[in-house]
């Protein structure tokens, strides 16, 4: 099973593929829709993604809501 094709929901903890500029590479799931907005656990930037997008970029899941 792909990543893509695991169940992310709201307020679960993920692992992206490519680090934040800041080190962080565990993010925080803030919004779903049409576009996903994660926010990053070291700095608390936010980022929107399509969910398509988000879905190719993400490595893992790290904790379920």
Do not use: Q, Y
């Not at 907005?37 to 893992?60: Q, T």
């Amino acid at each position: 099973m792909t990543v893509a094709e695991k169940e992310f929901a709201l307020h679960d903890v993920v692992e992206m593929k490519k680090p934040h500029p800041c080190g962080e590479n565990r993010w925080k799931i803030i919004r779903m829709g049409m576009d996903i907005r994660i926010k990053c656990l070291g700095c608390e930037h936010s980022v929107m993604l399509p969910r398509k997008e988000f879905a190719r970029k993400i490595k893992k899941i790290i904790e379920k809501a």
